[in-house]
């Protein structure tokens, strides 16, 4: 299904032509521009990347303005190809008003972004849109539904030490309207739905003994707790993948790099291998200054960006190639921002040398797609994005792999 899927763009010019049709005389010539028109704009929808997707963080911002125009001529001056956009954000607020009819999702839409002509600009540069769901990460909905979150013993809704409010996993009213949501941006036009917070808040086996909450399907389960945990992220996924298909979208999900490093994530209910035999990409936040001193052997991670990622991908690659046809296209997160909360001697300044080495790493490995983050998307420039891996330590990296299959059979 990959990059074949068509979105369909004909509910919006239907409507407007019904409604035409109910005050002015049918005009067949007028009708029959518009539906070549529109069958055009069908055809010459934005394919999937050949080369695969190579992309910026994109905030809802952003999209409007000269910083809009700034970040797209990035993207043609480079071999960059695509763009996440949030629609979801990380409080919960919906960025463009998808004019759903949904009363829940219409309370928390700010309308900051006009999706038409969004996508129009996009798809003029050739630009693959992917929309950002930020999804159990949401104070707003949190705080609409406290019945469809973690509740305090005195009745309010449960918020992490930093502050963030969550709401419930296990809720299929939280499903359904993300969903919504998602097939919303699809329809409108975005080619892929990425998950980002598709997990249980960090950390949350150390508090939910006190805390409220419904878990739905799972309540007489003999399951563990951190098995329910993991079930329902994976069975929201599955679900998601399956309603969307319709409306011509793939789906992606964010997840922390250790999740690869371990067989499960006990508290947040992350399993990388069952997140990624149901999506169509996964995206791993591999970030240097993400991995804690000692990790992968550095005593300071963020000041090794080729070893941090190609030490990282040993793990990742050798789990997804034991998943077979249900392997997902491996999308890691890159760094494109300087760590200085790291403190003196931890951190290194990422420049065009230091967000190269992490490509360079990938492409080591095999891996041709990647997307970059920086909370105020200002990119590096300069930087090469298509190195030429380094064919002995890619066959070497290869055999490695070989030798591992060959050894579990």
Known sequence: MKGKWVISTLVASTLLMTACSNSEPKDDKKDSEDKQSEQSSKNSEVKYPKDGVKGIYVSANSTNGEKFKELTKFIEDTDLNAMVIDVKDDTGNITINFNTGDKEIDKHTLDIVDAKPLLNKMKSKNIYPIARIVTFKDKHLAESHPEWSFKNADGTVWESDGGDKFVNPFKKEVWDYNINISKAAADAGFKDIQYDYVRFPEAFENVESSLSYDKGDYKNSKLSDVDQRVDTITQFLKTARKELKPHGAEISAD??????????????????????????????????????????????????????????????????????????????????????????????????????DQVRALKDHGINEFLLWNAANDYTEGVDYTPKANKEKLDENKKELKKEAQEEE
Do not use: C
């Not at 591999?286 to 080729?306: N, Q, V």
């Not at 190609?310 to 789990?319: C, I, N, R």
């Not at 890159?334 to 909360?341: E, H, N, S, V």
């Open 255 to 356: 997840v922390f790099g250790y999740s690869a490093m371990v067989e499960e994530a006990p508290g947040i209910g992350q399993s990388f291998p069952k997140i990624a035999e149901n999506t169509d990409a996964i995206s791993s936040m591999i970030y240097p200054s993400h991995w804690s001193p000692g990790d992968f052997g550095f005593d300071t991670p963020d000041k090794e960006p080729y070893g941090a990622v190609d030490k990282y991908l040993e793990k990742e690659t050798s789990v997804l190639n034991q998943l077979g046809d249900k392997k997902p296209k491996s999308r890691p997160w890159l760094q494109d921002f300087t760590a200085q909360y790291l403190g003196e001697g931890n951190y290194q300044v990422y420049d065009s040398q230091a967000v190269e």
